[in-house]
């Protein structure tokens, strides 16, 4: 038999190329258990665990305990143990290769007290879905722990590069928006601090500022980002304390200004009647910035809005106009209108803040640019890197699009989103959080352990489990291990899951109970033919005493 073998097929059956693979092996699972420490464990699957070279290894493996075992065919009673063993190992690579191709490794969000059943994979894709046909398309992007230039198109969007791990870096394009009146084309980034605490923000009017929003709240502070043809409006204190916007002519004026007469409900209501041509619109300023129509029906399309300010010198309220700054002084109970130059500072009224303008652009829109970093992990989360992206081209302009956000586009009449996410698996049941309990390392607030009480709802009615470390939920086919949290408010908790299906596990654990028992086999038989052997060379006495 053995004559039948070239050189080839007997060195990969040879015991050197065995140590030669085992050894390569034990490195990888080495630097990978680094990399899963440090980077995360995606980042690890993507640069070793998933990656070609690691399978190729492991085929090389499992060949080279195929050949070993030919090599000793035809079979001998003294092999049995070693065959045993061999088949073990052949039984485990295989069960891994099944598990590779048909098994689930993905992860359940649990928030508190909501049924959840989606399962999401470690696989990223991008979805395209036209708002108006409800059309969905899907492209897979691949799995690279890198930035990877695709330069792959479908239909009218071409998908130019993605980057698995990234941080966001704030940057100013130049977007040419005729149709756009200046003064809602603005943008502006600020810095807020006292002794104690410091916050730096953006905020935007620009429709295409997708990142930014015209209103942000720090704490009991809201700050609120508006038109700069509205700030002189604002540094007036006529008894009214009501504003009137013409979004048309970009004015505002008082109703002071136009003689406007504000009549009062018997209940206590304020109202004005502002005719318009052929139109009467009637405002509540202190109950609605929209004005009704004769029926009382809201007319949310209307060019007017008021403003009563009388709504906002009850709580901090920061409004902000580009460069200048309006604010209700209640020292002087009246409201106040500074104007902020670039880089310059001015004091606001709430626990000894300064507002400093760090930049401001009317023709120039704020963005996050994402650039690729290799991500860093600390206690299981991720502090670097944690955000995915891919850059594509629509309609001949670029677009970033991030994990964290989804933008909408407009071509030809169609609207579209488009949204970058991990694949899913839609479970037929469905999972829920009652309870998460956490303990802590004593004196600290570092977690030792964690532990999800869940509910599970099948058709056969509603289940309640337990789970923790080494006491996962196994339920149609599936495991469930308790993997991570996250915080929902300052005393509430959410669960994340990792979901695993392991088609394979059977053969793997076939395949090590033979390994185990080939082991026992194979050196209980050498034992017994060492012990026959020295009993067969033992000297009789007459012989030992010549």
Known sequence: MKGKFSDLEKYVGSLKFAIILITLFTIAMIVGTFFESYYGTEFAARTIYKTFPFMLLQMLMGLSIIYAAFLRLPPKKRLYGFYTIHSGLILIVGGSFITYIAGIDGNITLPPLTPKRDIVLNSDQLKITNLNTKEVLTYDLPETAFETELNSSKDQIT???????????????????????????????????????????????????????????????NIHYLPSALAPCFGKNLPSKTILWDSDLQLCFYPEDRNIEIKTTESGKRFMVIKDGNNIFTFFPDISPFPMDTNFNTISDSKYRVFSKNLFEKSPNLFLFGQQVSYFDKDSNKWSTHIINKKESIDVPWMGFELTLLDHHVNKVPAYIPKYTIPVQKNGKLLKGQTRAALISFNGHEYWIRDDQSIKLSYRGEKYQIELNKKSIRL????????????????????????????????????????????????????????????????????????????????????????????????????????????TIEPSPSQALT
Request: no cysteine; proline share 6%.
């Open 428 to 535: 037929p049941y469905e999972l829920s959080l009652t309870k998460f309990k956490m303990d802590t390392d004593p004196g600290t607030n570092n977690p030792a352990s964690y532990e999800s009480f869940v509910q599970l709802f099948t058709k056969e009615g509603p289940q309640d489990h337990h789970i923790f470390m080494n006491n996962p939920l196994k339920y149609d086919g599936l495991t469930f291990y308790q993997a991570s949290y996250f915080q929902v408010n300052q005393d509430t908790y959410g669960s994340v899951l990792s979901v695993n299906l392991d088609p394979g596990r059977p053969v793997k654990y076939l395949g090590s109970l033979l390994l185990v028992l080939g082991s026992i086999w194979h050196f209980a038989l050498r034992r017994k033919k060492t012990k026959n052997e020295t009993k």
């Open 159 to 221: 998908i130019l590069k993605f980057l698995p791990h990234s941080e966001k870096k704030l940057a100013w394009k130049t977007v040419n928006s005729p149709l756009i009146a200046s003064s809602l084309k603005s943008s502006s980034q600020y810095f807020l601090s006292n002794g104690n605490v410091s916050q730096d923000f953006v905020l935007s009017l620009h429709p295409k500022a997708f990142d930014f929003k015209s209103n942000l709240q720090l704490g009991p502070l």
